[in-house]
């Protein structure tokens, strides 16, 4: 069964995408083959990777080794911070399209903001403009953009982004982010959207899987905190991206179009929001202390 195939979003440029897609953030190299493997089997059609997470080459055989035709598989890369500049952010794009072994990537976007270098910043996202003028990719977006960011892009730069990729999970919810996002029609893409980056944080909000009241409406669906989780996004308008590389997860997680959440249960896991951030702090990315070499394809 396509379980897919029950939705989508269209992007502020008209372009389709699922609203589920696969993430492979620390997947690593030798078992990323064998997890898109067996999200394309069970029925995802996108592939979230970036070229900070050193696992291009393996999303791309894997799309190959499917035998799906090209267009029924969105690819979204990231371009790393290292990369940043007009000249650079292009020659990203090259080296992207080579390690996926494609011609047209579907969703390129920028991994960061750096906000101490925002000019620099500015240049990549024109080189993103200039890449999707040719058509080597269908849509541009950002990933981590602050209000503030979003703000001096839009009034320097013409193409608005498709997304913004952003940490959103029940215990960070990071709500005037996303309504600014919607205010200019940018599709928020949540990363760690069952929460993955709260697993090994200790005290009362450590694992949202472990979370009481998320774990009571997964018993009243009969459904798991995870499906639970990826439930309460998509009836929010966010398109999520969750992780595994175990098959049972990976089926378990794209398994969440049969079922609706409440008013009452979208409120209760909207107020287990703690404001505690997980991932690092989008004002405090450097090249200094971030940057790392991304190698030719
Ligand atoms: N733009 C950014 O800066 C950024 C940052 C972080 C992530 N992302 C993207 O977002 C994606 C998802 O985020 P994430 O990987 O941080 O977190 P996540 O998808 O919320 O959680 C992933 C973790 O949950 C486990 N898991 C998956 N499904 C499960 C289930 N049904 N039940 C219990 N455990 C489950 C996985 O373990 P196993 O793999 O061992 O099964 C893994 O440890 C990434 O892969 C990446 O594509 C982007």
Do not use: C
């Not at 992207?96 to 047209?104: H, I």
């Not at 959103?168 to 919810?173: D, I, K």
């Not at 069952?194 to 009969?222: C, K, M, N, P, W």
């Not at 202390?289 to 394809?297: K, L, S, V």
């Amino acid at each position: 069964m396509d379980l897919m195939s029950s939705t989508s979003f269209v992007l502020n440029n008209g372009v389709e995408i699922p609203a589920l897609g696969f993430g492979v953030f620390q997947s690593a190299p030798e078992e990323t083959v064998a997890a898109v493997t067996t999200a394309l089997e069970v029925g995802y059609r996108h592939v979230d990777t970036a070229a900070a997470y050193f696992n291009e080459k393996e999303v791309g055989e894997a799309i190959r080794r499917s035998g799906l035709a090209r267009d029924e598989v969105f690819v979204e890369t990231k371009v790393w911070i290292s990369d940043y500049g007009y000249e650079q952010t292009l020659h990203a794009f090259d080296k992207s399209a080579q390690k996926l072994g494609v011609e047209q990537i579907d969703l390129l976007i920028l991994h960061q903001a750096l906000p101490g270098e925002f000019d620099l910043t500015l240049d990549a996202y024109r080189a993103l403009e200039e890449l999707l003028a040719d058509g080597a990719v269908r849509a541009i977006g950002v990933s981590n953009f602050m209000p503030e960011h979003l703000t001096r892009l839009l009034a320097e730069t013409s193409v608005v982004p498709a997304v913004n990729q952003i940490e959103v999970h029940p215990y960070f919810r990071q709500s005037e982010l996303l309504a600014r996002d919607a205010e200019h029609g940018i599709l928020s893409q949540a990363w760690s959207p069952i929460g993955g980056i709260t697993f090994y944080r200790d005290g009362s909000h450590g694992s949202t899987l472990q979370d009481t009241t998320i774990g009571e409406i997964a018993a009243a669906h009969g459904r798991t905190p995870a499906q639970v989780m990826l439930r309460w996004h998509l009836q929010q308008g966010r398109q999520v991206i969750p992780k595994s590389v175990t098959p049972s997860r990976i089926a378990e997680n794209a398994d969440v179009f049969g079922f609706e959440l409440t008013g009452d249960q979208l409120a209760a896991i909207d107020a287990l929001d703690t404001g505690v951030r997980g991932g690092p702090e989008p004002e405090r990315i450097t090249r200094e202390t971030f940057g790392r070499e991304i190698p030719e394809a």
